[in-house]
């Protein structure tokens, strides 16, 4: 049995590439820049409207973390979060909290998550997901740290 080694590219097919990258790369140049401006509108859009509230917390009806949210880390938060329910997102109508969330909070692990905005500085976020999945097996150590990262940012004394 001999070696296979993988075809030398043919001129053609170098030049079809050639032409796709260079047809392609204004378009996704152009999407990269709306993407950048779309994030830039939100920050100013927040740092300009939410005074008082410097945090979007967002989580759901899960057992494994609805009372202990809503016990510990909300009501040091009531002042200064805007609160977004994942298990009510039904009921979401476009606002700028939840405009915020879905860019800001990806697509992984955002649920529970906290996003702490400063003026003029880049979002910081807290994602407890993965830290939760060990508290539900009585293992509150990362829960506690992420809880502890997030209230010291905030300048908040944690119940």
Same mark, same amino acid.
């Given at each position: 049995m001999g070696i296979?080694? $993988?075809? @030398?590219?043919t001129i053609a097919s170098k030049a079809f590439l050639t032409?796709?990258? !260079?047809t392609f790369s204004p378009i996704? &140049?152009?999407? &990269?820049?709306?993407?950048?401006l779309w994030g830039a509108i939100l920050y100013f859009a927040i740092w300009l409207t939410w005074k008082e509230q410097r945090v979007l917390f967002v989580y759901s009806n =899960? $057992?494994?973390? @609805? %009372?202990?949210? %809503?016990r510990e880390i909300l009501p040091p938060l009531q002042n200064q979060?805007? &609160?977004?329910?994942? =298990? %009510?997102?039904k009921t979401w109508k476009t606002s700028l909290p939840v405009l915020?969330?879905?860019y800001f909070g990806k697509d992984r692990n955002f649920n529970p998550m906290a !996003?702490? *905005?400063?003026? *003029?500085?880049?979002? @910081?976020?807290?994602?407890?997901y993965e830290?939760? @999945?060990? *508290?539900?097996?009585?293992k509150t150590r990362k829960v506690q740290e992420i809880k502890r990262a997030l209230f010291e940012t905030l300048g908040v004394e944690s119940s």
């Open positions: 296979i080694s $993988p075809k @030398k590219p032409v796709l990258v !260079i996704l &140049i152009m999407a &990269i820049f709306l993407y950048l =899960s $057992p494994t973390w @609805k %009372e202990y949210i %809503e979060a805007i &609160i977004l329910n994942w =298990s %009510e997102r915020a969330f879905q !996003i702490v *905005f400063r003026p *003029f500085h880049l979002v @910081k976020t807290y994602r407890f830290a939760f @999945k060990d *508290f539900k097996h009585g």
